[in-house]
Each structure stands twice: as C-alpha cells, then as structure tokens.
C-alpha cells in the first residue's frame, strides 16, 4: 500500500488548510486511516482517524476546529483544518492501516505551518 500526503503550506493564524492523502495498492486491506502530526522536538501524536464505517476521534486540541472524512471509492482521507494556530504547525502523515493484521502505512508527511 503506497500513502500520499497533499495541501500542507502556509497560512496566518485563523485560517484553513485541507490536506488530502490518497492510498493505492492493495487497499483492499484498509481499515482506518488517519491524520498524525509530528512538531519540532515533539513526539508524533495523533490528530484524527476514521474508521472504513466513517466513526471518528479527534485529539482533544482540534476538536471544533478540524474536520476527517472519507472517500471510500477513490481510497482517500481528507483532513479540513480550520481556525489554524500556531501550534499547530507540524508535519502531517496520514496512516492507513490494516487493524486485523496490525499493519500501519505511512506516507511521507506535507508541512504545515501557521504563522502568528
């Protein structure tokens, strides 16, 4: 399975971004995907994942402000960040994993960062 971040960049604070992540192969072994975030000197830290059901859970720092959803058909998780902060620059990697095998698939990550 090959991952594919896209749409990091740079934004002032209060504004949005949307990163998508597209995954190809033998997708037919995914599950959940998901949306981490890596800062500076931090240690990587989930932000949102999303089930193959459409069920989601968000890290309590962008609950109200950032957005998961699914295309099942095309294979591809969206990420809708609003209201951006500075804490919220980091690189995003977008996961895409098997949960009966225990497998995870990563991409490579897009940056993402807000100015104040």
């Known amino acids: 399975v090959h991952v594919v971040e896209s749409g990091g960049g740079l934004v002032q604070a209060g504004g949005s971004l949307k990163l998508s992540c597209a995954a190809s192969?033998?997708?037919?072994?995914?599950?959940?995907m998901a949306w981490y975030r890596q800062a500076p000197g931090k240690e990587r830290e989930l932000v949102a994942a999303i089930s193959s059901g459409g069920s989601t859970n968000y890290a309590d720092s962008v609950k109200g402000r950032f957005t998961i959803s699914r295309d099942n058909g095309k294979n591809t998780v969206f990420l809708q960040m609003n209201t951006l902060k500075p804490e919220d620059t980091a690189v995003y990697y977008c996961?895409?994993?098997?949960?009966?095998?225990?497998?995870?698939?990563w991409g490579k990550g897009t940056l993402v960062t807000v100015s104040s």
């Open positions: 192969g033998s997708t037919f072994s995914i599950n959940s």
């Open positions: 996961n895409a994993e098997n949960i009966y095998a225990g497998i995870h698939y």
